[in-house]
């Protein structure tokens, strides 16, 4: 009997530590989740101040080629 609690100790300690590090992990994945929303937020917010200041120049796609 005592042998059987004392592996349950042992387990119930791995598991602990286990879950811990699972915590600790899933925090920086958050983290670098919230950074990458940063970033792409702000070259959304540069990409369409670049569009609206270039809306007045022609699409190359809409211009004949030199040689027609």
């Given amino acids: 009997m005592t042998t059987d609690i004392a592996a ?3 387990r119930l300690a791995f598991q602990e ?3 811990e590090k699972l915590s600790m992990r899933v925090a920086d994945q958050q983290n670098e989740i919230d950074q990458l929303r940063f970033q792409l937020n702000y070259l959304n917010h540069k990409f369409k101040e670049f569009y609206d200041k270039d809306v007045g120049t ?5 211009e004949k080629p030199p040689h027609y």
């Fill in 17 to 19: 530590d286990l879950l």
């Fill in 58 to 62: 022609p699409d190359l796609a809409d």
């Fill in 8 to 10: 349950m100790q042992v």
